[in-house]
C-alpha cells in the first residue's frame, strides 16, 4: 500500500519561500512510470495542479506558477519536495501531493491528506 504525507510549516510570511515534503512509502518515487505531482486547493476553490516530478527525475510545472515553483527530490529517503518563493496571501490552501502514471498524468491513484499553508504577516 502506497502512501504519502506532506510535511511542512503550517504558517508563512508573504515574500517568503514556502517548503513543502511528500514522504512516500510503499513504493520507490523512481519506479517506472510513477509521476509524482504537488497539487492545491485554495479555500473555495478547485484543485490546481502545480507541478510534477517524474521517475526519472525530470520536472513540469504549471505555467502559472513556473516562474515560482522549483520541485526536486531525494531517492535515499523517498521524498520530494515542493519549494513555491515570494509567497502571497493567494497562495493560502491545503497542498496535497499525488502519484499518477505517465499514461494518465491526471488520474491520481493516491494522494497526501494534505496539509494546510496559510500565508499571513
Known amino acids: 500500500q502506497v502512501q504519502l504525507q506532506e510535511s511542512g510549516p503550517g504558517l508563512v510570511k508573504p515574500s517568503q519561500t514556502l517548503s513543502l515534503t511528500c514522504t512516500v512509502s510503499g513504493g520507490s518515487i523512481t519506479t517506472y512510470s510513477y509521476v509524482w505531482s504537488w497539487i492545491r486547493q485554495p479555500p473555495g476553490k478547485g484543485l490546481e495542479w502545480m507541478g510534477a516530478?517524474?521517475?526519472?527525475?525530470?520536472?513540469y510545472s504549471s505555467p502559472s506558477l513556473k516562474s515560482r515553483t522549483s520541485i526536486s527530490r531525494d531517492t535515499s529517503t523517498n521524498q520530494f519536495t515542493l519549494r513555491l518563493s515570494s509567497v502571497t496571501p493567494e497562495d493560502t490552501a491545503v497542498y496535497y501531493c499525488?502519484?499518477?502514471?505517465?499514461?494518465?498524468?491526471?488520474?491520481?491513484?493516491?494522494w497526501g491528506q494534505g496539509t494546510q499553508v496559510t500565508v499571513s504577516s
Open positions: 516530478i517524474v521517475y526519472r527525475g525530470n520536472t
Open positions: 499525488a502519484r499518477s502514471t505517465l499514461a494518465e498524468f491526471n488520474a491520481y491513484d493516491y
